[in-house]
C-alpha cells in the first residue's frame, strides 16, 4: 500500500467525524423537538377528552345508584371525572383547572341545578367544560432549563361543539301496579 493511499484514507476518516460531530448536535436537536410536539399533540387529546368526558357527566345532572338513591352531579363530580381520566393516562394532575360554565343561565354553579328538559320543551341549559393542564406537568425535555426559560404554558381543551346540553329531567312517579287483565270482560 503506498504511503499517499494511507495518508487520503485517514484525512477522509477525520473529515467523517468533523462531519459527525457536527451533525450529531443538530440532529439530536431535531429528534427531540419533534418529540416534544408529538408528546404535546398525545397531552392535548387527553386533555381534551377529559373535558368531553367532564361534559358528559354533566350534562346527566343526576343519577341514581345500585341503591336506588338518587344523587346530585356537582361541579365537584364532574372535576373529579376529568382529574380521574387524566390520572389514568399516568399524567400528572397537580396545577389542573376545570371550569364547569352554563351559558343559558349565568347564575348555575353546579350541573343539577341546570333547567330540566321537559316535554316539548327545546329549551335547555347549554353549557361548556374547560381544563387546562400546565405544560411543566407533562414535558419530557428539559430544554427551558437549560436555555433559562420560565415561561409555564398549559394546554387547554374547551368543550363547545358539538354544543353540550343538560339531558336531566323533571322527575316522575310511575305506577307499579300491574293491571291484572281478564280476556272475559
Known sequence: MSPLRNRTSSRRRGIAAVEFAVCVPILLLLLLGIWEVGRMVEIEQVVFNSAREGARVAAAGAYIDSLNNAHNITTTD??????????????????????????????????????????????????????????????????????????VTAISGTVLGPVWHTTKNIPFNVDTTVPVWNPLQ
Open 78 to 151: 364532574v372535576q373529579n371525572r376529568v382529574n380521574n381520566y387524566i390520572q389514568a393516562h399516568a399524567l400528572d394532575t397537580t396545577g389542573l383547572q376545570v371550569q364547569f360554565v352554563d351559558v343559558t343561565t349565568g347564575g348555575v354553579s353546579d350541573p343539577y341545578l341546570a333547567h330540566p328538559t321537559t316535554a316539548g320543551d327545546t329549551v335547555r341549559d347549554t353549557f361548556y367544560v374547560t381544563v387546562s393542564l400546565p405544560f411543566n406537568n407533562v414535558r419530557w425535555v428539559i430544554l427551558p432549563l437549560v436555555t433559562g426559560t420560565t415561561n
